[in-house]
């Protein structure tokens, strides 16, 4: 008799074939076979007119603070995700000097907008090298799969002290040596890779750009070839890429040293638009010549929520809403709603230089059902132009909607044609995977945790402005292809042998819900939370962690080392 047997499921196993109609049966955390007339299980599922599918790899998230507090993983765990990797974009909180921890933390929070206090309250700092802050995320239970990377920030600021973050100062020869020296330290202790950031959009608390925007290529090179001689590891990195062909080159010879894989994060600005098209054709190039590089691309536009309780909103710059500004929410919005302080704030927002705030065109109610492909006619302005009213005004008042919880949307990257095309070019291109959802970050702003079900529900059945694509594609990509990148090979498919992390789905009820704003961080921190319906069941390890979309306290979830 078998621990547990999935009946008669539509099975999507993650390959990208065609699905077909089976019993999985699972002993112990392992599918040990797939096929008809298994046999019974002590326990068993009926997923008659489900889809059955590998758990979700999300390769791209910023846990690294909340496993310390959060055994659920959330809002990943909500999105049928199974696994998550931390420490991208060179951030995280280890290796630390002790004394340094104020420093990790307000680099983080300025990086990814997770705020301060939470962190603060939350960690328990039981650890000061790598291998030690691995010791200390693996002896706390947990639903899902977590996996970590070395952050260079980190790094830096541990070996360079205070000179790590000046960009008028470089490390020395044997400060190269010990950072590279720690990195395959993490690596081989079980980090799973190596992450840098090379953008000025990352900057600390404080305003100054992360420690790694200007490492030179002996620092990086470094690091590459002494992961590289542990054998395993990957590398992330994500950058502005201004002098296209010299940022290039440099990160490509990292893996072209290390010979491991490095993926770069794809966003295009409006004033770039052929910035996707020639990553990936660079990319390209280099697998052709024996360099493994791939491309993380975001499954929906790179953009931010504003609203009366997130990080920014076109009010935060008007001198008249400072007054109201501390006030609750509710008593905020009756203020807001007074008709002379309405008049007032209205033409402040008018007479201000036009910012992505308040660059009303870009701007879309997000509503109670999210569109994250909305065409230019269902803007602010395109509705204020079709009632004939002022669209500042329209602005106020959306602001105000929904008793100040409406939330806008602005797609800032992978968007200049106002559809998905670009985007879907992107995920359609053969060395792609699906990242760049961030979630556990800029918690203030976004909740991209739900990538992986939009990716399903989006593309998958949704989409009218557009072709979609097949289930079976969409599953290998956030699945198979994201656990082979990093290099987990005992789940992304179903398949005897493979790891039992599987989703139940409902696929014609999958569903995102609206974003809402919650308190519920350490020291009462805000964060945004959005949850989805038409995950039926969640199994990590066999075991069943959501049903329903309520999670069951069970808490099969580890570390997983590379």
């Known amino acids: 008799m078998h621990d547990l047997v999935i009946r008669a499921g539509t099975v999507v196993d993650g390959t990208g074939q065609p699905g077909f109609t089976a019993d999985i049966a699972i002993d112990d955390t392992t599918i040990t076979e797939i096929g008809n007339n298994l046999g019974p299980g002590r326990q068993e599922l009926d997923a008659d007119g489900l889809l059955v599918t590998p758990g979700f790899v999300d390769i791209h998230t910023h846990y690294d603070g909340q496993v310390s507090w959060d055994p659920d993983i959330t809002p990943s765990v909500w999105h049928g995700v199974t696994t998550v990797v931390m420490g991208n974009c060179g951030v995280g909180f280890a290796p630390v000097r002790p004394g340094s921890e104020e420093w990790l933390i307000g680099l983080m929070e300025g990086v990814e907008d997770i705020p301060g206090a939470a962190l603060a309250e939350g960690i328990e700092w039981e650890w000061e090298s790598f291998p030690e802050y691995l010791d200390a995320v693996e002896r706390k239970p947990r639903t899902i799969d977590v996996a970590a990377q070395v952050p260079h920030g980190a790094l830096r600021a541990y070996v360079m002290g205070e000179r790590g973050a000046d960009h008028n100062n470089h490390p020395t020869g044997d400060e190269i040596i010990e950072m590279a020296r720690l990195a395959a330290e993490g690596v081989a202790a079980g980090a799973v890779g190596f992450t840098t950031s090379r953008t000025i959009n990352h900057r600390t608390k404080a305003g100054e750009h992360t420690p790694s925007l200007t490492a030179g290529a002996s620092e990086l090179w470094a690091i590459a070839e ?146 994250y492909e909305p065409s230019p006619e269902t803007s602010i302005a395109a ?91 969409l599953i290998k990509w956030q699945c198979a292809d994201t656990a082979a990148l990093v290099g987990f090979n005992d789940r992304g498919t179903l398949a005897a042998g493979q790891k039992a992390d599987i989703n139940l789905i409902d696929f014609e009820r999958l569903s995102l819900q609206a974003p809402e704003m919650v308190f519920d961080l350490p020291a009462g921190g805000r964060r945004l939370i959005q949850k989805a319906s038409g995950f039926v069941a969640t199994l990590v390890a066999g075991q069943v962690v959501q049903a329903d979309g309520e999670l069951t306290s069970t808490r099969p979830g580890r570390l997983v080392r590379s």
């Open 226 to 371: 002494a992961v590289g001689q542990t054998g395993k590891g990957v590398f992330e990195m994500v950058g502005d890429w201004v002098d296209l062909d010299a940022e290039f080159d440099l990160v490509a010879e990292m893996a072209r040293r290390s010979g491991r894989p490095l993926s770069m994060t794809i966003a295009v600005p409006d004033t770039r638009p052929d910035l996707g098209h020639q990553l990936l054709d660079r990319i390209t190039q280099a697998n052709a010549a024996g360099i493994p590089l791939r491309a993380q691309v975001a499954s929906r536009p790179i953009g931010v929520l504003v609203g009366l309780q997130s990080t920014y909103h076109a009010l935060l710059s008007c001198p008249g809403y400072r007054q109201f500004a501390s006030l609750d929410l509710p008593e905020r919005v009756a203020r807001l709603r007074e008709p002379e302080v309405r008049t007032r704030l209205v033409a402040e927002l008018a007479a201000q230089p036009v910012h992505t705030f308040n660059q009303i065109d870009k701007l879309f109610p997000l509503g109670e059902a999210p569109d």
């Open 383 to 473: 509705d204020a132009a079709r009632r004939g009213v002022d669209p500042h005004e329209a602005l106020y008042d959306t602001l105000l909607a929904r008793d100040g919880t409406e939330l806008m949307y602005i797609p800032v990257m992978n968007y200049a044609d106002g559809d998905f095309e670009l985007t879907r070019e992107m995920l359609t291109h053969p060395l792609s995977v699906p990242g760049l959802g961030d979630a556990g970050a800029h918690v203030g702003f976004l909740c991209d945790g739900s990538m992986p079900s939009f990716l399903l529900s989006h593309w998958g059945r949704n989409r009218t402005r557009g072709e979609t694509i097949p289930v079976e594609q």
